[in-house]
């Protein structure tokens, strides 16, 4: 891909522009408890970018535990409450470093930015950090059929912002959302988490060290 060609971005959005995997974390380690099964930080590594049924299910594997639909829909009611409950308090402040000089960057350049997440309170986190007005395309957790490592959810925002998967540049964090960026034909920057360094185009340890005018 010639550096030159980047015409838009598509951002993930936990991991990415503001930091909820602990959150994520705490609520499903309470679901794990509440069946005895053990979950620890590294199990959580394999849920970043799945959806919470396919997070559940992982979890559920884990311990071998086999429950009914209508339990199974209560449980990621439940873990999605306690999940809310604890990001009330999340603000402009939380934003990971660089992403407000990246997205004002991208804006000063004419360069359409879009989000391509699969939490299904993607829109919620947006408007809890003040950024939902930078991005011309949302696809989230509600928008796909199939979630990532699907490339679904990137494919979907391409389309909505007019280009073609190698015009633009997808930021992840994930093992999962690399794959749906990389099976997508996507140029894919890395971000913060060192586990898929290997799997990126690009890898930064946070957006700071993002040079957009490079690409752009
Ligand atoms: P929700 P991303 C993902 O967001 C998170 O990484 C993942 O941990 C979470 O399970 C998933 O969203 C679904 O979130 O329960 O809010 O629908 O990284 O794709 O922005
Ligand atoms: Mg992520």
Same mark, same amino acid.
């Given at each position: 891909?010639?550096?030159?060609?980047?015409?838009?971005?598509?951002?993930?959005?936990?991991?990415?522009?503001?930091?909820?995997?602990?959150?994520?974390?705490?609520?499903?380690?309470?679901?794990?408890?509440?069946?005895?099964?053990?979950?620890?930080?590294?199990?959580?590594?394999?849920?970043?970018?799945?959806?919470?049924?396919?997070?559940?299910?992982?979890?559920?594997?884990?311990?071998?535990?086999?429950? *009914?639909?209508?339990?199974?829909?209560? /449980?990621?009611?439940?873990?999605?409450?306690? &999940?809310? @409950? $604890? !990001?009330?308090?999340? +603000?402009?402040?939380?934003?990971?470093?660089?992403?407000?000089?990246?997205?004002?960057?991208?804006?000063?350049?004419?360069?359409?930015?879009?989000?391509?997440?699969? *939490?299904?309170?993607?829109?919620?986190? /947006?408007?809890?950090?003040?950024?939902?007005? &930078?991005? @011309? $395309? !949302?696809?989230?957790? +509600?928008?796909?059929?199939?979630?990532?490592?699907?490339?679904?959810?990137?494919?979907?925002?391409?389309?909505?912002?007019?280009?073609?998967?190698?015009?633009?540049?997808?930021?992840?964090?994930?093992?999962?959302?690399?794959?749906?960026?990389?099976?997508?034909?996507?140029?894919?920057?890395?971000?913060? +988490?060192?586990?898929?360094?290997?799997?990126?185009?690009?890898?930064?340890?946070?957006?700071?060290?993002?040079?957009?005018?490079?690409?752009?």
């Amino acid at each position: 891909m010639s550096k030159t060609r980047i015409k838009g971005l598509l951002f993930d959005l936990d991991g990415v522009l503001v930091s909820t995997e602990q959150n994520h974390f705490h609520a499903w380690k309470s679901i794990a408890d509440k069946y005895q099964i053990s979950f620890d930080e590294l199990d959580n590594e394999r849920l970043k970018g799945m959806s919470r049924g396919d997070s559940l299910k992982i979890i559920l594997e884990l311990g071998d535990i086999l429950i *009914s639909e209508d339990e199974f829909n209560d /449980l990621l009611h439940l873990k999605n409450q306690i &999940y809310l @409950d $604890s !990001i009330q308090k999340l +603000n402009q402040k939380d934003l990971l470093p660089g992403v407000l000089a990246l997205l004002n960057k991208a804006k000063s350049k004419n360069i359409p930015c879009g989000l391509g997440s699969s *939490s299904k309170n993607a829109k919620t986190i /947006l408007n809890l950090v003040e950024i939902e007005t &930078y991005f @011309d $395309s !949302i696809i989230d957790g +509600n928008g796909v059929e199939f979630p990532k490592p699907n490339s679904e959810v990137f494919l979907n925002g391409a389309m909505e912002l007019g280009l073609t998967p190698n015009e633009i540049i997808v930021f992840e964090d994930a093992e999962s959302g690399v794959k749906a960026g990389k099976d997508g034909g996507f140029f894919v920057v890395g971000v913060g +988490n060192i586990h898929i360094k290997k799997s990126v185009d690009v890898f930064v340890s946070s957006l700071l060290d993002f040079n957009l005018d490079e690409y752009a």
